[in-house]
């Protein structure tokens, strides 16, 4: 198997073997499936992701031809109208005016805010699960905790909330390396149906306004619909994807390393460490993309603009140039500079609720099921950017 394999099942399944022969022999490598470079090394991917010479996006100063690439297809034109106005994918200065508007509206006090709520939900859905005995954790507990909590700050209406889960899981295919034609076709068809979704609800709360962010957001001055639309559509994807495979990943992690949930398990005060090694440990968002807009060296590499690198977070948080036994877990770690989040301009809006989702699901458990085991070895979904589990079936 070649060291870096992402369509395969065996990879996906354990991806750090592979990532451990690429940091030593080839940390900077054309991979021409994809057409990128792979970057393998934090120090590369830590500079890189703060290196203004490359962008999310290169719209801003070329045209597709211009970069030497194809346009994409017209019938994906809808994906990426939603996914262009959310701030992911804008460079400055369109970036800067839209995250500081956007900040306006999603500020700190309205994040702390939503702690007790946060607490609440996740109690609920302990003692419920706890109720009956066990279950599919991720679809019980990890997956309704963060997008409960995304509608409750976005203002989605209770009865809706069962249509975003779906929506989100569709558009976020299209992030995986090479998408097959079906997927960009959900995709597109997720997009229309969120944004028409989204553009009627946002027209609505501007004439009826409540207290909540998409309220907030259509107060704006300077926000474009398009562009509150798309970033409430960041916020959903980028606001729970992350938090169900950290809950998912890391439980799995700790029932394979049973000294630490022990551990974990007599001193929750270990938690938040315990949390951001999760995160480290399995990373969630295995990889992460940027364009090049002007020749760069890497390493002895010339890369060109117009090409595309590909940033291994998964293996950036096991160099062990950084992390001291980094295949160890280590919920008591405490240097851990881990990139999960990203960095730079870029760096996660949303790092600080998700940090208090994952605390309060984590807690919740640690607390009301002591007894919680694992009843058989789960499956990896089959994405390698976006790292998550089918299901976690557990007992008590």
Known sequence: MSAFDPWSPAFVAHPYEGYRRLREQDP??????????????????????????????YLHVATHEEMGRTPPPPQDEPFWTLNNNGMLDREPPDHTRLRRLVSQAFTPRRVEALRPVVQRLAD???????????????????????????AELLGIPEPDRHLLRPWSAAICGMYELNPPRETAAAAV???????????????????DPQDDLISALTAVEGLSEDELIGTCV????????????????????LFRNPDQLRKLRTDPALLPTAIEELMRYDTPLQ???????????????TIRKGQEVALLFGSANHDPAVF?????????????????????IHYCLGAPLARIELAASFGALLAKAPGLRLDR?????????????EKLEVSL
Do not use: C
């Not at 991979?31 to 962008?55: I, M, T, W």
């Not at 990889?287 to 590499?301: A, K, P, Q, S, Y």
């Open 234 to 253: 960041l916020l959903l994807n980028a606001g729970h994807e992350a938090t169900v495979n950290v809950t998912g990943n890391g439980w799995w992690a």
């Open 287 to 301: 990889m992460f993309e940027r364009w090049v807009l002007e020749d760069i060296e890497v390493r002895g590499h």
């Open 377 to 389: 070895e789960p499956q990896w979904k089959p994405g390698f950017v976006i790292r998550g589990l």
């Open 189 to 207: 068809r997720a997009a229309e149906e969120f944004s028409d979704y989204l553009r009627g609800l946002a027209r609505h709360r501007a004439g």
């Open 124 to 150: 609920g859905l302990v003692d419920a699960f706890v109720a009956k005995g066990g279950g599919d954790l991720i679809a019980e507990v990890a997956e309704p905790l963060p997008v409960t909590v995304i």
């Open 28 to 57: 900077v490598s054309w991979f021409e499936p994809s057409g990128q470079f792979l970057v393998s090394r934090h120090e590369d991917v830590n500079a890189l992701l703060r290196d203004r010479r490359l962008g999310r996006t």
């Open 324 to 344: 001291t036994d980094p295949e160890r877990l280590d919920i008591e770690r405490r240097d851990n500079p881990h990139i999960s989040f990203g960095a730079g």
